[in-house]
């Protein structure tokens, strides 16, 4: 089982269909194909940068594609009901049984309310997850409707995650329009997420940084 085929599986495809629609419901910003799309091939390249296995990248990206599969059954506990419902969906392919119990405890552990850093594919996923702060997440409504995790994630113009391997620095680089969200805004939304992240660094043997306009914050 690659990536490639997960990615192209219908009941993944259609788990995190459904599991999009009823956050769009809730008021969630968006929890797509796309997002996932991201998340795969970020935490994929975070590993590559820190000199893991290609087979490391590899389980990185489908744990990365399914992580938020839980979402079709429930936000509350997503994580969880998404490790089991990948373990009964990967449960009959050729990976191995390292391998899936791997991508299993993975997105199990990437929800900051329960989970955390346990190894490196679990460590690359939480970074790649909780850095995804962008724009257009935001889903397409009236901005008065806005709550303050849109207002968060639309005030982010700029992003970009950037992996320096001589210092072995982790960094999230990220433009902020203060006029849409306020510094305290952001950091009240997702200082935990970023210490999450901070805490997934250590464990691959790199320093976390966030740099917003400019200037280091954590």
Do not use: P, W
Not at 18 to 41: F, I
Not at 47 to 61: C, M
Not at 112 to 129: C, Q, R
Request: net charge neutral; hydrophobic share 40%.
């Amino acid at each position: 089982m690659t990536y490639k085929e997960i990615k192209n599986n219908e009941e993944v495809k259609e788990l995190l269909r459904k599991g999009n629609e009823a956050l769009g419901v809730l008021g969630y910003t968006d929890h797509s194909e796309a997002h996932c799309v991201m998340v795969a091939q970020r935490a994929a390249y975070v590993l590559k940068k820190l000199g893991y296995s290609e087979q490391e990248q590899e389980i990185a990206k489908i744990a990365g594609y399914m992580h938020d599969i839980g979402n079709a059954v429930n936000r509350k506990n997503h994580a969880e009901y998404g490790a089991i419902l990948a373990n009964e969906l990967l449960k009959n392919t050729d990976l191995s049984v390292k391998d899936r119990v791997q991508i299993v405890s993975a997105i199990g552990n990437h929800d900051e309310s329960t989970g955390g850093a346990k190894d490196v594919i679990s460590a690359a996923l939480i970074i790649a997850d909780k850095t995804d702060v962008r724009r257009n997440r935001v889903r397409l409504k009236d901005k008065s409707a806005y709550d303050m995790h849109d207002r968060v994630n639309y005030a982010v113009t700029e992003s970009s995650l950037k992996v320096n391997v001589e210092k072995k620095v982790i960094s999230l680089n990220l433009q902020i329009d203060e006029s849409i969200c306020t510094m305290y805004e952001y950091f009240d939304i997702f200082l935990g997420r970023m210490m999450m992240c901070r805490g997934a660094a250590e464990l691959l043997g790199a320093k976390f940084k966030l740099t917003a306009n400019g200037s280091k914050v954590l």
